[in-house]
């Protein structure tokens, strides 16, 4: 498996603008994390899914973030309109508890985005 | 709530040992979990430990609990100047399925 996949790696964009994040997770996990990080305010989880469910999306930071799983390969995390304030490096993961080693979370790459 | 915090910054000489430390608040805690981060990319999970344990040793990392005081720690051995990363412990929630993160502690290695 190739691990969890986010696209794209970078993302410019202006003040306004909607952007999409996407994220496919390993498969057979049935469990998705979307995470954003920034020097402020370090790792940050925004929502989770279970079996394509969002169970919590407390830690979305207002109404401009939305995120979907339609199915089980694959996620998106949207902002619309995009403010300066959002830039920081996102993160998708994904898991699969197992017994013995509790939850373990595979991290893509990260998606580092600039509003400018 | 939980919360997990870490210091910030840690600076270590080559071939010395590395002691990076975390408090957690959630005493139902079953596996904590040290996360290593390199420049560029995402976190990789380094080790973990079963909260009915105090210690575990895997090679040059050595985790300890300390269940009462609710304080992890990773040891490095000799370190090297490879392991220059940010290092975030993390715990799970008593469900099994969330993990709540430390802040991260960028770690740097001098020669």
């Known amino acids: 498996d190739a691990g969890v996949i986010q696209s794209p790696r970078h993302e410019v964009t202006e003040m306004g603008q909607e952007v999409t994040l996407r994220c496919k997770p390993i498969?057979?996990?049935?469990?998705l994390f979307w995470y954003r990080q920034t020097m402020m305010r370090g790792l940050e989880l925004l929502i989770y899914?279970?079996?394509?469910?969002?169970?919590?999306d407390s830690g979305m930071p207002e109404d401009r973030f939305s995120a979907k799983m339609p199915n089980a390969s694959f996620s998106t995390l949207k902002i619309q309109p995009s403010e300066p304030r959002d830039s920081a490096v996102y993160f998708c993961?994904?898991?699969?508890?197992?017994?013995?080693?509790?939850?373990?979370?595979?991290f893509g790459q990260g998606t580092r985005l600039t509003v400018v | 709530g939980e919360d997990v915090e870490q210091s910030l910054f840690l600076s270590v000489r080559e071939g010395d040992s590395s002691v990076i430390n975390c408090t957690y608040t959630?005493?139902?805690?079953?596996?904590l979990y040290w996360y290593k981060q390199e420049p560029g990319a995402g976190l990789q999970l380094l080790t973990y430990?079963?909260?009915?344990?105090d210690m575990k040793q895997d090679q040059r990392l050595t985790v300890l609990l300390n269940k009462k005081d609710k304080h992890l720690s990773l040891r490095i051995a000799d370190t090297q100047t490879g392991d220059s990363a940010i290092y975030f412990c993390?715990?799970?929630?008593?469900?099994?399925?969330?993990?709540?993160f430390g802040g991260g502690t960028r770690l740097m290695v001098k020669p």
């Open positions: 993961a994904s898991s699969f508890p197992s017994l013995g080693r509790g939850t373990e979370a595979f």
């Open positions: 498969s057979g996990h049935d469990y």
């Open positions: 899914f279970n079996n394509n469910v969002p169970i919590d």
């Open positions: 959630d005493s139902s805690s079953t596996y």
């Open positions: 430990i079963f909260s009915n344990m």
């Open positions: 993390a715990e799970m929630d008593n469900a099994g399925n969330m993990l709540t």
